[in-house]
C-alpha cells in the first residue's frame, strides 16, 4: 500500500457520460498530480495541484477539470466522454510543490468508455 | 514531441544475467532523473534516481548511469531476478516552478528463469 488512495478501481461508462475520480494523498503530502496512460503510451501528464491550488497543467483536454479540496484530497472530472479517453488514470502525490522526492503513485482507476 | 524516449519496448534476459534499459531525452534543462517500477494492476513505484550533476548511482543491484553530453541515461540490473518482471518508465524534469514529471513510454523487461 503506497498511501495514495484512488476510488474507484474500475470504472465502465457509456460515451457522452461524466464520471468523477478521486485521489487521497499520502499522508502529509499537499501535491497531487493526476496522468493519464493509454494503450502504448506512456505516463501523460494532465495536472497538478498544491495545497489547494493549480500549478501546473499538462496535456488536459478541455472535457477535462480537476481541484483540490481543503484536505487536500483530489477529484479528476471527466465529461462528454469518448472512446478515446478510455485509460488508465493516475494520482500522484508528493510532500512538496518541486517534487524533490519524487513521486508516490496510487493503483490507479481504469476508465473504459464504451 | 517526445521530451523522453524509450525506444526499446522490450527486454528479455536470463535471471542472473545484466539488464540494461536505456532513455535518451531532448531537453537540457532536466536536472532529475528516475527510473520506476510498475508490475499490472498496481502503481508505478519509485526505484531509483540521479541528479544531473552526478553520473552515476548505486542502490543494491541497481545503477543508473547518466550521460549528459549524450543526453542518455541507462538502469542496470544485476543481477537480475524473475521478480524484477516488470514495466520500466525513466521519468525527468526540471527545476521551474509549473513543470511534472516527464515520462517515458516504458520498457517491459522479462526475466526468465
Known amino acids: 500500500d503506497s498511501g495514495v488512495t484512488q476510488t474507484p478501481k474500475h470504472l465502465i461508462t457509456a460515451t457522452g457520460q461524466r464520471v468523477t475520480l478521486r485521489c487521497s494523498p499520502r499522508?502529509?503530502?499537499?501535491?497531487v498530480y493526476w496522468y493519464q496512460q493509454s494503450l502504448d503510451q506512456g505516463l501523460q501528464f494532465l495536472i497538478h495541484?498544491?495545497?489547494?491550488?493549480?500549478?501546473a497543467k499538462g496535456n488536459i483536454l478541455e472535457r477535462f477539470s480537476a481541484q483540490q479540496f481543503p484536505d487536500l484530497h483530489s477529484e479528476l472530472n471527466l465529461s462528454s466522454l469518448e472512446l478515446g479517453d478510455s485509460a488508465l488514470y493516475f494520482c500522484?502525490?508528493?510532500?512538496?510543490?518541486?517534487?524533490?522526492?519524487?513521486?508516490?503513485f496510487g493503483s490507479g482507476t481504469r476508465l473504459t468508455v464504451v | 514531441d517526445q521530451q523522453v524516449k524509450q525506444n526499446s519496448p522490450s527486454l528479455s534476459v536470463q535471471e542472473g544475467r545484466i539488464s540494461i534499459l536505456n532513455c535518451d531525452y531532448t531537453n537540457s534543462m532536466f536536472d532529475y532523473f528516475l527510473w520506476y517500477k510498475k508490475y499490472p494492476a498496481e502503481g508505478p513505484t519509485f526505484l531509483i534516481s540521479i541528479s544531473s550533476i552526478k553520473d552515476k548511482n548505486e542502490d543494491g543491484r541497481f545503477t543508473v548511469f547518466l550521460n549528459k553530453s549524450a543526453k542518455h541515461l541507462s538502469l542496470h540490473i544485476v543481477p537480475s531476478q524473475p521478480g524484477d518482471s516488470a514495466v520500466y518508465f525513466c521519468?525527468?524534469?526540471?527545476?521551474?516552478?509549473?513543470?511534472?514529471?516527464?515520462f517515458g513510454k516504458g520498457t517491459t523487461l522479462s526475466v526468465s528463469s
Open positions: 495541484y498544491y495545497n489547494g491550488e493549480e500549478r
Open positions: 499522508s502529509g503530502d499537499l501535491s
Open positions: 521519468a525527468a524534469r526540471t527545476n521551474q516552478a509549473g513543470t511534472a514529471l516527464i
Open positions: 500522484a502525490s508528493s510532500p512538496t510543490g518541486t517534487g524533490n522526492y519524487g513521486y508516490t
